[in-house]
């Protein structure tokens, strides 16, 4: 099985600055590597499809980058709504969530 | 979009059947995943069917024999069948869409999640 790692697990952060996340993969993954935003109580949100494909209606502050085992995702300018848990997940062989990251004020 | 079922409360031992209804895209198209997210922690995917195709359907490890996934092409809903239930399978189960044929896959719709209680 592929094991998804992501750091780190939380971080706190402010209206305005910019957010790396990163996601670690146990073995080559290419591209096959999405993003997801979940706030509580609803269903995650795609945000970025195959490594760096801003998904339609998404914000362009959101970017993703890598390939391979190790991949990062990006909020430029970080806003009120951004406030959220963030996961990986990996679409190479079957499928695997990493374990999420939540950003907090 | 797509619709679940309502929420389930099941004594242990007990089965449940969980429904998710596709409309306003084509369902032959697709592929459909169905991901558990227990109380508080993290997304975890549990089984993939191809409704278009009868027994195209793939389970993580964990779940053989534990759930069974099965489509309905004539009313373009998938099922998910939980069974021998524990109170470990308390949880908020999610169906969610991937377009068929395309690579990398994509989960870019998900239904709003069926909310499982397994108790006493």
């Known amino acids: 099985d592929i094991q998804m790692t992501q750091s780190p697990s939380s971080l706190s952060a402010s209206v305005g600055d910019r957010v790396t996340i990163t996601c670690r993969a146990s073995q080559r993954i290419s591209r096959y590597l999405n993003w997801f935003q979940q706030k509580p109580g609803r269903a995650p949100k795609l945000l970025i499809y195959a490594a760096s494909s801003l998904h339609s209606g998404v914000p362009s502050r959101f970017s993703g980058s890598g390939s391979g085992t190790d991949f990062t995702l990006t909020i430029s300018s970080l806003q009120p709504e951004d406030f959220a848990t963030y996961f990986c997940q990996q679409s190479y062989i079957l499928n695997t969530f990493g374990p999420g990251t939540k950003v907090d004020v | 979009q797509l619709v679940q079922s309502g929420a389930e409360v099941r004594k242990p031992g007990a089965s449940v059947n969980i429904s998710c209804k596709a409309s306003g895209f084509t369902f032959s198209n697709s592929y459909l995943h169905w991901v558990r997210q227990a109380p508080g922690q993290g997304l975890e995917w549990m089984a993939i069917i191809n409704p278009s195709v009868f027994g195209a359907t793939t389970y993580a490890q964990k779940f053989q024999g534990k759930v069974a996934v099965t489509g309905d092409m004539s009313t373009s809903t998938v099922y998910l069948q939980l069974s021998s239930l524990r109170s470990e399978d308390s949880a908020v189960y999610y169906c969610?869409?991937?377009?068929?044929?395309?690579?990398?896959?994509?989960?870019?719709?998900w239904g709003e999640g069926t909310t499982v209680i397994v108790s006493s």
């Open positions: 969610a869409r991937v377009v068929a044929h395309v690579s990398p896959p994509y989960m870019d719709v």
